[in-house]
């Protein structure tokens, strides 16, 4: 005895995941559980369950529930059981419908709300066509057979969804019907591929079989399909639930080929428990098995005129075989993305299985995240990793194809010199780590900044601007560089800033640090230097004292030099200089006002303005002689002295407090001076002068350089004169 088992035998995506998800819950947890309906269309599993605490519960008793957790099967339900659910605070739910399933609710209410009649092809009392009816308000029109069509009338626009198995033949004979009667028709076929696919290999099987068995629920309508199309292919073709049933039928043959097919909703253990019965089976009377055997069928002709159904499904697999693509492992092709849930995305390939690609499996890069970036409908390039996966199912990749275009982009990006923004990732020996759509791209030490780095950890987690400057795809290995589009950015500012500061031109910038010897301003990305000497026509003891970082100034250009990029630059020369018209300024016989800045033995000097000061020589300072000008004045006093000369030349300007004196004061000191009484004091013998009085030396020192070299402490002619004449007395 050769036993043929089907491949895609027993539970298809959406049942398993269904089941184990149950399974998984009723083993972990001890709530209460509830299915709404049976959970699958399989005795034997559903009894298994009520064993372990699983209720049924219909929609109507949802809102008694006072606890527990109540799953969604995966036919699917109408919208309002979730409302109706939802409404119940005291339990909790989770929905395991098919995604299959779930994409044709979301036609059925995208094109219900855009006011499409919505028609949907299946068996009327269907708990899935049911649930699909309930996305649409329950006004879908529903069409089994032929006979359903005369309900179209006047139907302007229409959509058009199918219960997963239905047979595609018949599908496709009504389609043609529908199409002729409505002007606007969309047409989503909807029928599961895994259907398809599972019908097809029962009709292989059951073509090189001498008995098939089909094991399944009486009432999984998927199952019955199967049975159906072997029956085509194999006259001694049984239809039984479990290990059980084939007792009657009895012992076989050791050269008979059996094969084994199953439906979508039997588990794997009934299957296994089919298997070992049959192992145990020894040879027997052929002909009473054979007598049986046709009993069965004479027992599915019956119920399902076997005769019109076994060439509908034949028509039916032909059609299929016709119109599917071929596929094997390593092509890459195109699919449309039919649905995306959290762990994967459903691609629908023109294939009778649809593909199902991994969620992490859809881009290189990590930070992607495919529910963002794709919708439904979308076009995407797969690669076929398995045509069946075991579950029916085509399993994609696009890594690799990822990875192929991400190359493919980063030549590019390196022949055009892109610029990419992209975070520190990773602190290396020697550099970083940063990664471009999900590759691995290695930043050197020195490709980072235009400067000799010494701290690496202070670029983890930072931004850097990278462009590739090395490819190996053999070696898998990129190399990026910030500093190469730096120096670029660099040359540029030296470019721009040395082509508007030009020698005596005036330019705006922000004074960024301050130094001992000046200003470093930012003239367009490059500093110039404000030496403190430019800073201002006064006397500036710091930089401090005229500006602070931050402030916008103007400065004119003094020096450029652009090979050492180094540029001078004043701000004193925006102003004009202060002895220009300055005998309009300080006009000889007018009061002017002014801050005392030095005090010296033979006066003081008077800050009019910022480089221009006065001298009130010492004779000058009051109307009486006085021994120390310190006895009458102090630094930082302001006084109002009389402008009494002015010399543009020599930059030199005397003053007079003693002028602004008002005379009769002047007057009564002059007559106390000139008293009788010392005219009648006795002549004393003239004292022998010292050789070099305080007075000469004064004389000297006043008249030394270093006395008249620098503006406004020379000392004039007339102060001079008028020192050795006070000597000479
Ligand atoms: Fe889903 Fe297809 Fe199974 S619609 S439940 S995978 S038969």
Known sequence: ?????????????????????????????????????????????????????????????????????????????GKKVYETLNANHQIEWKDLTCPFVKRIHDIVLEYDEKGYTIFIVGKATHPEVIGINGWCKQHGIIIENESDLDQIQGVNQACIVAQTTFSSEKWNVLIKIIQNKINKLEIFNTICHTTSERQFEAKEIAAESDITYVIGGKKSSNTRKLFEVCCGKCERTFAIENANDIEHIGKYNSDLKIGIVAGASTPDWIIEEVLDKMSTLEETNKESVVEQQEEVVEEAKTEQVQDEIVEDVEMSMEDLEKSMVT???????????????????????????????????????????????????????????????????????????????????????????????????????????????????FVPASQLAMHFVRNLN?????????????????????????RVILEEEHAQVVEDVFEKAQPGEKISGEVKRLTDFGAF????????????????????????????????????????????????????????????????KYPVGEVVEGTVARITGFGAFVSLEPGVDGLVHISQVADKRIEKVEDVLKIGDVVKPKVISVDPETKKISLSIRATI??????????????????????????????????????????????????????????LEELRKRLSE
């Open 1 to 77: 005895m050769k036993i043929i088992k089907a491949k895609n035998a027993g539970f298809c995506f959406g049942v398993r995941k269904a089941v184990e998800a149950v399974y998984e819950y009723v083993e972990s947890n001890s709530n209460q559980v509830y299915t709404l309906g049976p959970i699958i269309h399989n005795d034997d599993v559903v009894k298994h369950l009520e064993k372990k605490g699983v209720e049924i519960v219909s929609e109507e008793e949802i809102p008694k529930l006072t606890n527990g957790l109540v799953f969604i099967r995966s036919h699917g339900v």
């Open 327 to 441: 596929l094997h492992r390593g092509l890459v092709t195109t699919g449309t993305i039919l649905k995306i849930t959290d762990d994967e995305v459903i691609v629908n390939l023109g294939y009778k299985s649809d593909g199902v690609l991994p969620i992490d499996d859809v881009y290189a890069d990590k930070d992607k995240n495919p529910k963002d970036e794709l919708s439904v409908g979308d076009e995407i390039d797969v690669k076929i990793i398995e045509v069946n996966d075991g579950n029916g199912n085509v399993r994609l990749s696009r890594r690799d194809i990822e990875a192929n275009k991400v190359w493919t982009m980063l030549q590019q990006a390196m022949d055009e010199k892109k610029e990419f923004q992209v975070v520190c990732q990773e602190v290396v020996k020697g550099g970083v780590v940063t990664f471009i759509e999900g590759c691995r791209v």
């Open 458 to 482: 202070s670029f983890e987690n930072k931004e850097l601007r990278v462009r590739i400057i090395e490819l190996d795809r053999r070696k898998k290995r990129v190399i990026g560089s910030q």
């Open 521 to 584: 301003v930012d003239i367009g990305g490059l500093d110039g230097l404000i030496h403190v000497s430019d800073l201002s026509w006064g006397r500036v003891k710091h930089p401090s004292d005229v500006l602070k970082p931050g402030d916008a100034v103007e400065v004119i250009v003094l020096k450029a030099d652009k090979e050492n990029e180094k540029i001078s630059l004043s701000l004193k020369d925006t102003i004009p200089h202060p002895w220009a018209n300055i005998e309009d």
């Open 662 to 719: 008002p005379k009769p004061e002047r007057m009564e000191r002059t007559e106390k001076s000139e008293r009788p009484a010392r005219a009648q004091q006795p002549k004393r013998a003239p004292k022998a002068r010292p050789v070099k009085s305080k007075m000469a030396k004064e004389i000297e020192r006043y008249a030394s350089d270093e006395l008249t070299n620098s503006l406004g402490d020379s000392i004039h002619a007339d102060a």
